[in-house]
């Protein structure tokens, strides 16, 4: 029997990952994740309280576990935090165990979408939008190193992105079409 996929979503914070992650899975029958929440069940706090409590190495250490781990999952669509991909390995595990889709926004676009989001540590910044340039600068080719696909997310709905996303899936073969459900009978 095949193995079931492994989907792995990476991407810069507010890029769509845990949405369409969720639509992906409801529309292929795939397990979700989501690394952050799963951070946030076992610690018990929310990943701010973490980085005020802990500092983000404290984080960065514990994301790098429970990514090892959920990567390991079959039949799972996992949406990663927007800095699971800074360590080496993590990137590693998510390129070599199954196949990592780039939700590609732009900072400017990131930056509207989350204009009102007060709850995101890396965006307490004077500027937020400075922020995000700063952050896809840097994180921009490790993303791209890790992924085997690059969905520009633009602006289309959630919908129409997991829509994208799982027939760029589809017609790589890692998803069968068979297995995919129509949105429209969902």
């Not at 639509?23 to 979700?32: K, V």
């Not at 500092?55 to 390991?72: H, K, P, Y």
């Not at 390129?95 to 926004?105: D, F």
């Not at 989001?117 to 910044?125: G, V, Y």
């Amino acid at each position: 029997m095949p193995l079931k996929p492994r989907i792995f979503l990476v991407g810069l914070m507010g890029a769509g990952k845990t949405t369409v992650g969720r639509t992906l899975a409801q529309r292929t029958g795939l397990r979700f994740a989501d690394s952050d929440h799963e951070i946030e069940r076992r610690r018990g706090q929310t990943v701010s309280e973490i980085f005020a409590q802990d500092g983000e190495a404290a984080f960065r250490e514990l994301e790098q576990q429970v990514i090892d781990e959920l990567t390991r999952l079959e039949g799972v669509v996992l949406a990663t935090g927007g800095g699971a991909v800074l360590r080496e390995p993590n990137r590693r595990a998510l390129h070599e165990r199954g196949t990592v889709v780039y939700l590609r926004a732009g900072p400017d676009e990131l930056a509207h979408r989350m204009r009102n989001d007060r709850t995101r540590p890396l965006l307490r910044a004077a500027d937020p939008r400075a922020r995000l340039r700063e952050l896809f600068r840097q994180r921009d080719p490790l993303y791209r190193e890790c992924a085997h696909f690059v969905i520009e997310t633009g602006r289309p709905s959630p919908s129409m992105l997991s829509q994208l996303v799982l027939a760029q899936l589809e017609l790589a073969g890692v998803v069968p079409a068979e297995h995919a459900k129509d949105p429209e009978r969902s």
